[in-house]
């Protein structure tokens, strides 16, 4: 006769695990073969939890032995972080919006912290409250695919967003990798680089990355011809320029041909000069006050992403112009506001950065000596004050704020070599006159 032992072990919860369970938000990222893909201890705390918010593809992948309540997306995505928010409990349980059963789960696709519902929430809510378990990163699959080093590309999105937001990355021998809005999101890419001469790009498009209907197919830019395939979807692009590419650059000092202008334009050179003392910051806000045709507030989203910068001009024609370059040249979220300063500044956000490049000194506006006080007043500590004048009446007004307020005043000549029957020689622009002052923290 012979006796089988049997030993069953109860497996603990891993020790990091235990503390989680105790946040009353998991936000779990999923790849493309779905719940197969998730680790045990995640699928045991998704079933410890009583509801679950997710897209409907997300929502199909959870067993049919789970009981809680599924919730879909709410559309846009900004409504369903208030949603989320609103779930939040507090010390009473007098607050919280009782819609909903405590732990919530939420599922993402891929690492819900590279532009998802995480990062989202995190501007909301402490990481204290939060457990977060992302999966492989489309970018990481896209890299392993191509063979590209993460450290070397530059990582964006058009989801959600006009593809025009490419333009400042399109550089020569740049590589990018974009997650798609859709299917059409190839076409677009490459439309673009074409109109940028970068018609010698080259697109890989990758589909369901991780799964199994994952596939790949290439091409250049200038001659795409493939026709639309999965929605799911994200690109890798090596850019490459043609003879006549469009190359311009992100540091300060676009040439002023890039824009469409009327003759209201800071100069190239009086244009880096003003932008590198008004310092962009990564996720810093700017007012640029009279602004032209924009020309400023551009260069200063450019800088990066997250800069952030709203446009105020009184001029009909201009805003029209300001919103032409904002798209031409890769920023069409630049804010553009109707109307005249300082009335137009009530009620708006607190900036970083001011640039007054007009109105000082406005006979359309008796009280513009204002204009500097009430930009100073709305002005974050740290911030940057930058105004520019062109003429003597501009010029007193700074000359009157600086004694008062302190700050550095600057005369800026500019010359340009012209042609004098068969010589050359100097034509002197406008002086531009600039206070520069940084306020305390």
């Known amino acids: 006769m012979i006796t089988v032992s049997l030993v069953i ?16 938000l998991r936000v779990i990222g999923i790849g493309e073969d779905g719940w197969d893909d998730l680790a045990a201890d995640t699928r045991a705390l998704l079933y410890e939890s009583k509801t679950v918010l997710g897209g409907e593809r997300h929502l199909k992948m959870i067993p049919d032995d789970w009981e809680g309540e599924r919730i879909v997306w709410p559309s846009p995505i900004r409504e369903a972080v208030s949603k989320i928010v609103s779930w939040r409990p507090d010390s009473s349980e007098k607050n919280r919006n009782q819609e909903t059963s405590l732990p919530v789960v939420i599922m993402a696709s891929g690492d819900p912290l590279c532009y998802g519902i995480a990062a989202k929430l995190l501007k909301h809510l402490p990481i204290e409250e939060i457990w977060i378990k992302p999966a492989l990163s489309t970018f990481s699959l896209i890299c392993s695919r191509v063979g590209w080093s993460l450290p070397d590309v530059e990582t964006l999105t058009i989801h959600g967003r006009p593809v025009e937001v490419l333009h400042p990355f399109v550089q020569p021998g740049a590589k990018l990798l974009v997650l798609s809005k859709g299917e059409e999101s190839p076409k677009q890419a490459a439309e673009l680089l074409t109109n940028r001469g970068f018609g010698n790009s080259t697109i890989t498009v990758l589909e369901h990355l991780g799964g199994g209907k994952e596939r790949q ?7 795409w011809t493939h ?24 540091i300060p000092g676009l040439p002023d041909e890039a824009f469409f202008h009327d003759g209201q334009l800071t ?51 201009r ?20 109307g005249t300063a300082p009335e137009s500044l009530k009620n708006l956000p607190d900036p970083d950065a001011i640039f007054i490049g007009g109105g000082l000194a406005s006979p359309e506006l008796p009280a513009s000596g204002n204009l500097m006080d009430t930009c100073w007043k709305a002005l974050n500590p740290g911030g940057r004050l930058v105004a520019n004048s062109v003429t003597l009446e501009s010029e007193q007004q700074l000359l009157k704020w600086q004694k008062i307020n302190g700050g550095d005043l600057s005369r800026l000549n500019l010359s340009h070599a012209e042609s004098i029957g068969k010589f050359q020689g100097w034509e002197s622009l406008r002086p531009v006159t600039q206070l520069s002052v940084i306020k305390n923290y």
């Not at 197919?217 to 001659?223: I, K, P, T």
């Not at 026709?227 to 992100?250: H, Q, S």
């Not at 800088?303 to 009909?316: L, N, V, Y």
């Open 217 to 223: 197919f290439n091409g250049q830019a200038g001659s």
């Open 319 to 338: 805003l029209k112009l300001i919103e032409q370059n904002a798209c031409d040249l890769g920023v069409p979220m630049l804010e553009i506001i109707s």
């Open 227 to 250: 026709p639309e395939g999965a929605t799911l979807n994200a690109m890798a692009i090596e850019c490459i320029p043609g003879k006549n590419a469009d190359v311009l650059a992100r």
């Open 267 to 317: 100069k190239r050179e009086i244009r880096a000069v003003t932008l590198s003392k008004l310092m962009p910051i990564v996720g810093h806000l700017l007012w640029d006050v009279g602004a032209g045709c924009g020309s400023v507030a551009i260069e200063w989203m450019r800088f990066h992403p997250s800069c952030r910068a709203i446009s105020i001009e009184k001029s009909k024609s």
């Open 9 to 24: 072990r109860a497996y603990p919860w891993p020790k990091n695990l235990k503390l989680e369970m105790n946040k009353w």
